[in-house]
C-alpha cells in the first residue's frame, strides 16, 4: 500500500502561482503520494484550473481546495505582511477528520529534498516539530522585548511556523484550536507575527520537537552565511524566502532557486522585451498617485525577464 503524505499550504489568490512552485519542488523531489490541501482565501476559478495543469506531469499526487471564509477570523491581529490568511492552519483538524498526521508550509518555501524524510520525523509525543529561530534572530533586543510582552518563559526557544509537521490526533486530544482562538484574542495586543506566536505561547516551554535547521532555512540568515547561492542547494533540504521580499517581487539570494521551478510550471512567463519598455514608459510618465503601483508592476517584470536570461 501507498502511503500518502498529507501537505497543507494556505493561499489567498496574490500567492496562488508561488504555492504552485512550492508544490512543484516537492514532487520534483520524491517518489511518494502526496494529498495537498490548500486552505483556499477566495482563489479564483480559473486560477485553481491552472494550478491544476502547471502539476499535470506528475502522476503522485492529489489537488484539493478547502474554502475559508475570513471572517469568522474577524478582530484577529494582523501584522505587517501577516495576514488573517496565517491562521487559517489552525483548522486543519476540524476540516480533515480523516488526517491523523500533516505537514504544513509556506507558499515561499523551496523544497529541496524528499519530503518523505520531514513526514518520517518521529513527534515523540508532541503535538508539532518545528524548526527553532536562528540565535541571531532571538538575541536581536527588539525580540526579547516581545518575548517578554508574550509572557513566555526564558527557557523557550522561539520556533517559526511555516514549516511543521502536525500530530493531528493529539491537536483534537487536547483541543488546540479551542486554546489558540483564546490565546490569540487574549493577547491581541501583544501579538506581532499572528499565529506564530500563539503557537510558540501554546507550546511553552519548549513543548515541541525541534525539527533539523536544514529543514527550515530563512533566506536571511542564509544570506549572512553564505557568499555563493549555489551552496545552498547541497546544504539546505527546504529554503524559506520569510520577510518582505519575495524572489518574484525582486532579485534576492537565493532566487534562482525559486525560478529553477517557477519556469517549469509554465504561470511564469517570460516577459517579452517590448512589454518590458511599454512598462517602464508606463511607469515613468504615469500620474503621482499611482506610481508607486507602476514601479512596482515593472519590477516584477524585470525580475522575471532577468530570471530567464540567467
Known amino acids: 500500500m ?14 496562488a502561482r508561488a504555492c504552485v512552485v512550492s508544490m512543484f519542488s516537492i ?41 475559508i471564509d475570513e471572517k469568522q477570523l474577524h478582530g484577529m491581529p494582523t501584522y505587517l505582511w501577516f495576514t488573517l490568511t496565517a491562521y487559517f492552519r489552525y483548522y486543519i483538524p476540524e476540516l480533515c477528520p480523516n488526517v491523523n498526521k ?12 524528499d519530503i518523505y524524510d520531514l513526514w518520517n520525523v518521529d513527534l515523540d509525543g508532541h503535538i ?3 524548526v527553532p529561530a536562528e540565535q541571531g534572530y532571538l538575541q536581536d533586543s527588539n525580540f526579547q522585548k516581545h518575548f517578554q510582552d508574550m509572557g513566555l518563559s526564558n ?29 490569540t484574542r487574549y493577547h491581541h495586543d ?5 499565529d506564530q506566536d ?45 520577510g518582505p521580499i519575495k524572489p518574484w517581487h525582486k532579485k534576492c539570494f537565493g532566487g534562482w532557486l525559486f525560478w529553477k521551478y517557477a519556469k517549469q510550471t509554465g504561470l511564469y512567463p517570460r516577459p517579452s522585451l517590448l512589454k518590458m519598455r511599454y512598462l517602464y514608459l508606463k511607469y515613468k510618465f504615469s500620474k503621482l498617485r499611482t506610481r508607486k503601483y507602476k514601479k512596482y508592476n515593472y519590477i516584477c517584470n524585470k525580475t522575471q525577464f532577468r530570471a530567464y536570461c540567467e
Open 27 to 67: 514532487l520534483s523531489n520524491t517518489n511518494h503520494h502526496i494529498d495537498f490541501y490548500v486552505l483556499d482565501n477566495r482563489i479564483r476559478r480559473s486560477t485553481k484550473r491552472k494550478m491544476r495543469n502547471a502539476l499535470k506531469r506528475f502522476n503522485n499526487h492529489t489537488l484539493t481546495f478547502i474554502p
Open 102 to 113: 500533516c505537514i504544513y508550509l509556506d507558499v515561499d518555501t523551496i523544497i529541496n529534498y
Open 2 to 15: 501507498v502511503e500518502h503524505i498529507p501537505v497543507f499550504y494556505a493561499s489567498n489568490e496574490n500567492y
Open 155 to 183: 527557557e523557550h526557544v522561539y520556533f517559526g511556523s511555516g514549516i511543521m509537521l502536525f500530530d493531528v490526533d493529539l491537536w483534537r486530544k487536547r483541543q488546540s484550536l479551542s486554546s489558540l482562538l483564546k490565546i
Open 190 to 194: 501583544v501579538i506581532k507575527y499572528a
Open 198 to 242: 500563539a503557537l510558540n505561547i501554546l507550546c511553552s516551554p519548549n513543548k515541541y520537537k525541534p525539527l533539523d535547521t536544514l529543514w527550515g532555512r530563512d533566506i536571511r540568515t542564509l544570506a549572512k552565511e553564505m557568499s555563493e547561492d549555489k551552496s545552498i542547494e547541497t546544504t539546505c533540504k527546504l529554503v524559506h524566502f520569510d
Open 128 to 130: 508539532l516539530a518545528a
